[in-house]
């Protein structure tokens, strides 16, 4: 199969390139192959990498298989491998326990919902729920059960985030700032992100019914839907282009994902619709480029772009690093850096109304300037200065 322009990762780490060594799929892994190139290894930094990047699922199955015959990785790291994978599969089965529960009470209210990532996405693209990490429950409802959804949470013991209450509440901006309101059951520690769309208010998407009507069950329960294969391979590449892809996990979703059946025209009409084409070929880049992932001719052809191209190699800085992005950048160069790769990503439209966005209130500047409810409207001429203090005060610290 053909592949796409090289990317330049001679900036990665030796820990980092003998991790994407493992994770490839395109060649057979020679053990002493893969003994030689571990010599070299820092197997801290690659233990670093396996938990930031959460590709240890993968892994440590992986590293058990190759140490079979001959046992070469250290001791300590085989055992904190096992542990975090014994952790996360029982983190998992804990949330496939929430999620059925959940998914029952939503069906009884008559509330269609598709399970988004989660068991669901685990088991559906590793064969097994403990083949993935998630630390929340992604649920998508039509608009129109949005009330009957929330009561349902409510019920069953869920509360409400706290910023999600206090920014909607006073702003009436949920809509503008975000796609989703966080649930959370205080007792079981379980996170849900009820949706009302699958991404941001700025990208054009499917509605629900169309959605629904493209649904397939999951295997994990005959009552449990998810999306279908193409939407869900179109979901999973904006979501990590709006996280420039920092972690592998979501990049390793996308070639377990180029490995299904996909309706390739469906995929190319879904990317138009929603402007988005270059972002599905610059995902494709990624995964070919650092997991070998196998192009049929209709993925290769989307990769023939060089701004896609020129993307995927601007995500090899966020790739190549333990770099944090929510819920703001730690260090000023990133917060450039992605703010530049953010806009870079979006239509002239999307920016405009990305810009707008922005310029809406948020908590952030009542806690800069405490304002009485009858004067919340001067937040709206003041946001430009008050987010310039922001930014002063946060240098000065």
């Not at 002493?32 to 240890?56: P, Q």
């Not at 269609?112 to 630390?135: C, E, F, H, N, Q």
């Amino acid at each position: 199969m053909n592949r796409p322009t090289a990317l330049d990762i001679s900036t990665f780490s030796n820990e980092m390139k003998f991790m994407l060594k493992l994770l490839r799929t395109d060649l057979p892994l020679e053990a002493d192959e893969i003994i030689r190139h571990s010599r070299d290894i820092d197997w801290n930094s690659f233990l670093r990498f396996a938990v930031y990047h959460e590709t240890f699922p993968v892994l440590y199955p992986l590293l058990v298989e190759l140490n079979e015959e001959q046992s070469w990785t250290p001791e300590f790291i085989m055992n904190r491998l096992k542990t975090l994978y014994v952790r996360n599969t029982m983190e998992m089965l804990h949330l496939r326990g929430e999620l059925e529960r959940v998914n029952k009470l939503l069906a009884d209210k008559g509330v269609r919902s598709l399970i988004l990532k989660g068991p669901v996405l685990a088991d559906m693209l590793y064969g097994d729920i403990s083949g993935r990490t998630s630390g929340d429950l992604d649920i998508l409802v039509s608009k129109k059960d949005w009330d009957n959804s929330v009561l349902v949470l409510l019920e069953a013991g869920y509360v409400r985030g706290e910023q999600y209450e206090v920014d909607g509440e006073v702003f009436k901006n949920t809509e503008r700032k975000t796609h989703h309101i966080s649930y959370v059951h205080p007792t079981k520690n379980v996170e849900i992100e009820l949706h009302w769309s699958l991404n941001p208010d700025t990208v054009i998407e499917p509605s629900f019914d169309d959605l629904w009507s493209r649904r397939q069950k999951s295997t994990l329960s005959k009552l449990i839907y998810t999306l279908g294969n193409e939407d869900m391979f179109v979901y999973l590449i904006l979501h990590g282009t709006r996280h420039a892809w920092t972690s592998l996990r979501w990049l390793l979703d996308i070639d377990r994902m180029l490995s299904r059946f996909l309706n390739w025209n469906r995929v190319r009409q879904l990317f138009e619709e929603s402007k988005s084409t270059v972002l599905g070929g610059k995902a494709i880049i990624l995964a070919s480029n650092l997991l070998g992932s196998l192009l049929p001719e209709e993925a290769y052809a989307m990769t023939q772009n060089q701004k896609a191209h020129r993307l995927a190699q601007t995500v090899t800085l966020f790739i190549r690093e333990e770099v944090i992005l929510y819920p703001k950048p730690a260090k000023k160069e990133i917060a450039v850096a992605y703010n530049r790769y953010l806009l870079s990503t979006m239509t002239p439209k999307q920016k405009l109304l990305y810009v707008t966005n922005k310029l809406y209130p948020s908590t952030k500047d009542m806690m800069v300037l405490p304002l009485p409810k009858s004067l919340h409207f001067l937040y709206f001429p003041l946001r430009p200065f008050l987010w310039f203090w922001r930014q002063v005060k946060r240098q000065t610290i």
